[in-house]
């Protein structure tokens, strides 16, 4: 899915990894709230700094940074 509107001011952004990200769970922080994130790479640690590729509904793609 392609990122919609609403959400590209986290496209690009630094979050901060609050639940182990894995490849189909995980959770983020940026701007004050959390979110449903996953990674095509290897698991990324709490408290990690990823970058956020995409927006698929309501999950990010990140990759650690």
Request: hydrophobic share 40%.
């Amino acid at each position: 899915k392609v990122s919609t509107g609403l959400d590209d001011k986290y496209i690009g952004k630094v979050a901060k990894v609050v639940k182990e990200v894995t490849n189909t769970d995980g959770r983020v922080a940026i701007y004050g709230e959390e979110w449903q994130a996953v990674t095509d790479g290897e698991a990324i640690a709490v408290g990690s700094e990823v970058k956020i590729l995409l927006n698929d509904s309501i999950i990010f793609k990140v990759e650690k940074i």
